[in-house]
């Protein structure tokens, strides 16, 4: 069954440093986003994208945070100076059509020291 | 503001009980998300609902698009159900989550 990976798994960095997180999402999938989960609390929307540009995006997503897809087959999602308060969880998800069934990543986890 | 409430924040069952979880939100949406987040933290799609009902198994998925309300029932519960469930709905290209009822199934 086809799925969506995410690498790291697990990412321990100092604050101020960059991060990129990596996701392939399924292959005939069109829309694209990510979320983040801090310990502890509810999910929460970061971006979504579609057409190689970003379609929505949340308070959240400052100018700190940035989404690409460089190649066809990778979305990454890069944090240019880390804070403390990005240590989360942070999730990829896909979906065929827009409002469509969203397929997510088992996560990575993003430990800012 | 956009919010998105859920009850009950937890619930135990024993194994073969009829579950409901609760999801009302504040504000028109194009569609209406169940997830599954398990012990892990990997989170599982349920259901994707823009009106009426829908059916997966034990689980069924109901939403009242006049009443901004969505259900969420397991039928003959089992501990492999224990399980975090998530409400989130989407308002153009966002998402906005609830947050979450924590099921524990007991044997």
Request: proline content about 4%; charged content about 20%; hydrophobic content about 35%.
């Amino acid at each position: 069954e086809p799925e969506v990976t995410q690498t790291p798994s697990h990412q321990v960095t100092q604050m101020g440093q960059e991060v990129i997180l990596r996701c392939v999402p399924i292959s005939n999938h069109l829309y694209f986003y990510w979320y983040r989960q801090i310990l502890g609390q509810k999910v929460e929307f970061l971006v979504s994208f579609y057409n190689n540009e970003i379609s929505e995006k949340s308070e959240i997503f400052d100018d700190q945070f940035s989404v690409e897809r460089p190649d066809g087959s990778n979305f990454t999602l890069k944090i240019r100076s880390t804070k403390l308060e990005d240590s989360a969880m942070y999730f990829c998800a896909s979906s065929a059509e827009g409002p469509g069934e969203l397929f997510f990543g088992e996560g990575s986890r993003l430990t800012v020291l | 503001k956009n919010e998105v409430e859920q009850s009950p924040q937890n619930l135990t069952a024993q194994e073969g009980e009829f579950i409901t979880i609760n999801c009302s939100y504040s504000v028109g949406i194009s569609a209406l998300h169940w997830l599954q987040q398990h012990p892990g933290g990997g989170i599982v799609s349920l259901f994707m609902l823009s009106s009426g009902k829908k059916k997966h198994g034990r689980l069924i998925a109901t939403i009242n698009i006049q009443e901004k309300h969505s259900s969420l029932h397991i039928t003959a519960s089992h501990p492999r159900d224990s399980a975090v469930y998530i409400c989130a709905v989407r308002i153009s290209n966002q998402f906005y989550f609830g947050t979450g009822t924590s099921l524990t199934v007991i044997p």
